[in-house]
């Protein structure tokens, strides 16, 4: 079963995943990290930036990258990582891969497979959840064990990021992600989920069956994940007073700060 924090905000929420981070730098200072856009990580990328640590040999992968915006689009996720996270917190940006940033499109699945092996594989892989389930850009139906590939985007997830865009038709309608595969690969998984859209698909992501056509369930055949929650998104959480009750009772070696 997954760590399962219930934290009162998104802020204690980017303290406690920053937390983690730092510790995993202090003992492995080129310690390799995944990288999730979207809103939900600005906590910890926040939280991150204040422990001012010296984050020059962090290496870092992309989640995932919308196909199909031209080259330097300010919504493209290279761009969004460039401003949200390798510029505030001072990485290296040649340590920090996107999907399809190099080299042509039908090879860069395989392509960043190898670059992520090449780095000796993602220590933490920071997740937020979509709405439909999906962890990176993986929609149901995702094979459980695909690798980095080029997805279509559902109509669900479209009309979520239009909110980054002028409308909902300049929203790619195809993306090239992490699979559930790669994900599982990490060593550690941090997935976040803020507010009351996500409650019911975190609620089937933790406790309801492993399923392709809920894809971020695959968490639960990972053996080292950490769900950090605010209480709107941890409402339909059945076990919610146990968690809170593992988290209160942590043991000194377990706690990151
Ligand atoms: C982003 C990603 C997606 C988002 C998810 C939640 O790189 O892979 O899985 O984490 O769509 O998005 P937000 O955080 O904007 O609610």
Known sequence: MAEVVIVESEAQAGEIASALIARLVHSKPNAVLG??????????????????????KVRGFALDEYVGLPPGHPESYRAVIDREVVIPLHLTPEFIRVPADSGPLEFAG????????????????????????????????????????????????????????????????????????????????????????????????????????????VIQLHPNVTVITDEAAAARLQFADYYRAAWNSRLEWEKAD
Do not use: M
């Open 35 to 56: 990288l999730a856009t979207g809103s939900t990580p600005l906590s910890t990328w926040k939280a991150l930036a204040a422990r001012n640590l010296d984050l020059s």
């Open 110 to 217: 395989e392509e960043y497979e190898n670059a992520i092996v090449d780095a000796g594989g993602i220590d933490l892989q920071i997740l937020g959840i979509g709405v439909t389930g999906h962890i990176g850009f993986n929609e149901p139906g995702s094979s459980l064990a695909s690798l980095t590939r080029v997805k279509t985007l559902t109509d669900q997830t479209r009309r979520d990021n239009a909110r980054f865009f002028n409308s909902i038709d300049e929203v790619p309608t195809h993306c090239i992600t992490q699979g559930l595969g790669t994900i599982l690969r990490a060593k550690h998984l941090v997935l976040l989920a803020f507010g009351s859209a996500k409650a019911e698909t975190l609620a089937k992501a933790v406790e309801g069956p492993v399923t392709a056509s809920l894809p971020a369930s």
